[in-house]
């Protein structure tokens, strides 16, 4: 095929590059850490995208979009996946008229994660087809193969990224012309779509009719490549850890396998029987050595230490020579800390000197966990910060239960923290509670993105704000306090101090724009009021 452009582009560019040319029609998903650009390109090349207060519902919007026979993308990290989970695994069940594809964007080796969970466990789990690109051209021509396959088994496709994919630029020849995509209809499909058990129970039954036939597709889709080398070594590989064995054994034979769920398991048991020694090679969990080993094929995968991290030319090679040997420590890397001039910094100092014991969450005031504050003693999951401080409330002798406090970012409670404000007032602890609302002004920690509190559009444009406060003292809250914390840091510690002493609720709303937003927020505002 002629190609229109030759681009060199990172991979989450290339994603948003072939949702405009497959004709996307409404973008959503939350900002997170390495698939925050997906969106922004594709807002700024011309497409229609959205921020989602989180990731359950950007999921839920694009849902309905496919219902409406359009074509939507879904973006989020790894994590995210697991907040949207409750519509994904029914979505699977009432499949979609469009087109959905679903980019779940990895993180082995947390490069700016919690966890490292693997998310090709989410494909087989919900029942659905999963694609994993190898490199930027991948990510732009699978995508439109995830459209083809949605629209032809009216299935939602997961599409898995990982950091070094996402963010790597490769070159990528774009189509010569994007595709016409369907015109919205809706047609009503009660059974098709209301999943109450009478109808659920057909639904799983046809799922698992189309994963049989996606899986005979696959065997020969030509997704998955064969690449024919030595008869001595055959390596089975996936995602970037494909281009990183194609440069440890250059000579060795290779299937590189596109579709991780379901497999060519046909495909692969050939190509193990083809070779003498068959090594399987992946980041992360042994996913593919425990389901091909599961069909009784004979391969071999990595030592256990290998499991963590991400993978790279030098731990391929240790694998293959069976190497388990301490590896060398990495180098290390300047530490990261609260930029100077940062509001939340002031908020942590009192903390500290307060001996707060504080029940943290997500976003760049997570490093209050660090030296010089050490102000934040846990920090499990996006809104945990509030949940958790309730729970220590509710059980911690009272000496200790004064002293707990959740602290929480304006992007982040927006996210999933206000539930947990609604269970502070729904069942509040003996000794009362404190929630410190550390509002910035914006989603610091992924690049400064917008959020239904900024007032603002991913395009930055003007819409409906959530104030916090108000929402707060709209539920009951009785002790609602605003406060500066670099013009009013003696306020904060009396507000804060007496809410310790105090058995009654109260939220604290600390107010200032990130330094590195400001100017930019102030331009938004002044082109707002223009």
Known sequence: MVSSERMLLSGNEAVAHAA?????????????????????????????????PNEKVALEVCIGVAYGRSRALATMKHVGLNVAADPLFTAAYSGVDGALVIVTADDPGMASSQNEQDNRHYARAAGLPMLEPSDSQEAYDFFFKAVEISERWKLPVLL??????????????????????????????????????????????????????????????????????????????????YAHAREAAPDASFLKISMVHPLPIEAIRRFAESVQRCVVIEEGDPYLLERIRAEGVTVEGKPDMYRFGELNVAR??????????????????????????????????????????????????????LPPFEAMDTCVCMGASIGVGLGLRHVLPEEQARKVVSIIGDSTFVHSGITGLVEMIYNPPPTGHVILILDNGTTAMTGMQEHPGTGRKLDHQPTSQVVFEDLARSLGVPNVHVVDPMKQADELRKHLSEALESNELTVIVVRRPCVLAAGKIRQYAQAAEQ
């Open 316 to 369: 391929v090679r240790r694998i293959l020579a069976g190497d388990t040997s301490p590896e060398p420590a990495p180098a290390r890397g300047k530490p990261p800390q609260l930029c100077q001039g940062c509001p939340h910094r002031t908020a942590f100092e009192i903390l500290r000197d307060l001996g707060c014991i504080g029940t943290g969450d997500i976003g760049c005031y997570t490093l209050g966990v």
């Open 20 to 52: 405009l040319d497959a004709g996307i029609a409404l973008g959503a998903g939350y900002p997170g850490t390495p698939s925050t650009e997906i969106l922004e390109t594709f807002s700024e090349i011309g497409g229609r995208a959205q921020w989602s």
């Open 160 to 241: 898995r990224m990982t950091t070094r994919i996402c963010h790597s630029l490769t070159v990528v020849h774009r189509r010569p012309d994007a595709e016409e995509a369907p015109a919205a209809d809706y047609q009503r499909d009660i059974k098709g779509r209301v999943m109450i058990p009478a109808y659920a129970r057909g639904a799983h039954v046809r799922l698992r009719e189309k994963l049989s036939e996606i899986a005979d597709w696959n065997e020969k889709s030509g997704l998955n490549q064969v690449v024919e080398g030595e008869k001595s070594l055959g390596i089975i590989a996936d995602g970037v850890a």
